[in-house]
């Protein structure tokens, strides 16, 4: 089983900058990718970055330039830098980790950028 931990969500104003942390633990063998998703209050989940096992990254239109998904692979811990906030950044983050072919979901830590 696999755990993810996320943290560093909060409220900041727009313009500000929050960096979200996920913590993975448990028994992990072969990571395929992480990524970060958000949900939005009446909105659907949405795919807001990935990381792959060998670095790759990509990015949504609406974050791209702005957010740096990044991983500490000797930690098992992915990061997400958010950077020039907007109020339409305003969601529950979640952690997702794909592990040989099984996806787990962190909890979701809340982020509200204040306009």
């Known amino acids: 089983q696999v755990q993810l931990v996320e943290s560093g969500g909060g409220l900041v104003q727009a313009g500000g900058s929050l960096r979200l942390s996920c913590a993975a633990s448990?028994?992990?063998?072969?990571?395929?990718?992480m990524a970060w998703y958000r949900q939005a209050p009446g909105k659907q989940r949405e795919l807001v970055a990935t990381?792959?096992?060998?670095?790759?990254?990509n990015y949504a239109a609406g974050v791209k330039g702005r957010f740096t998904i990044s991983r500490d692979n000797a930690k098992n811990t992915m990061y997400l830098q958010m950077n020039s906030l907007e109020p339409e950044d305003t969601a529950d983050y979640y952690c997702?980790?794909?592990?040989?072919?099984?996806?787990?979901w962190g909890q979701g830590t809340q982020v509200t950028v204040s306009s």
């Open positions: 448990g028994s992990i063998f072969s990571i395929i990718s």
């Open positions: 997702n980790l794909n592990d040989r072919g099984v996806v787990y």
């Open positions: 990381i792959t096992r060998s670095g790759s990254t």
